[in-house]
């Protein structure tokens, strides 16, 4: 059998796709940039790998810990608040 390698990915999502450039040039228009993603750490567990999703930045360390632990290939789903990556820090999210 061959040997297996274990790897760790992470996963950064804000849910919103180029509201950066959006924010930058077109300001009065931040739209069409909200995304639903599925659960990447529920689909890495369908794939035998270990998933977990991080919300706050305090959870992170832990669920690192836990990742490397399972032995297994792993996934961390880290969620980032998208006012942390923001060009405008008053970004207002909808409730789409």
Do not use: W
Not at 26 to 43: C, E, H, K, S, V
Request: glycine letters at 8%.
């Amino acid at each position: 059998m061959p040997a297996s390698l274990a790897t760790l990915v992470k996963v950064s999502q804000a849910g919103h796709h180029g509201t950066d450039h959006q924010e930058r040039e077109y300001p009065a228009r931040i739209i069409g940039t909200q995304m639903r993603n599925p659960d990447f750490a529920l689909y890495a567990r369908a794939f035998g790998a270990y998933g977990e999703r991080v919300e706050l930045t305090e959870e992170f360390a832990p669920a690192f810990e836990r990742a490397l632990a399972s032995g297994k290939s792993a996934l961390l789903h880290c969620l980032l608040d998208l006012r942390a990556i923001s060009v405008g820090k008053d970004f207002v999210l909808s409730k789409a």
